[in-house]
């Protein structure tokens, strides 16, 4: 078992969870996070973190999708070790559906 982000994490991108990952397995995008599944030790100590609960387990249903986009974008984005600061308006983004397909970039972040 592996854990992911979901779409929940854009424009929301709170980063509590980078703060407790043993392996630092967070890589960050523009607008999100996701964890590299290859590099995640399953502790499972970053999903209680998640406001939005974005964090899941690879288990869920239609969690397999999101493996597939987590390892891609890990591949890509940098590194993040430590928290930043999270968007300025992340809050009004906590309930609005449908954020991958509308809000999503494939743009890295600035990395730590």
Known sequence: ????VNEMCIKCKFMDCVEVCPVDCFY??????????DE?????VCEPECPVE???PDTDDGAEEWVEMNRKY????PNITRKGESPA???DWR????????????NP???T
């Open 54 to 56: 974005a964090i899941r």
């Open 95 to 106: 309930e609005v559906q449908n954020k991958f397909a509308e809000h999503f970039s494939e």
């Open 40 to 44: 995640c030790i399953d502790c499972g």
């Open 1 to 4: 078992m592996t854990y992911i």
């Open 74 to 77: 890990a591949d890509t984005w």
């Open 28 to 37: 960050e995008g523009e607008n999100m996070l996701v964890i590299h599944p």
């Open 109 to 111: 972040g600035e990395g």
């Open 89 to 91: 308006d992340a809050d």
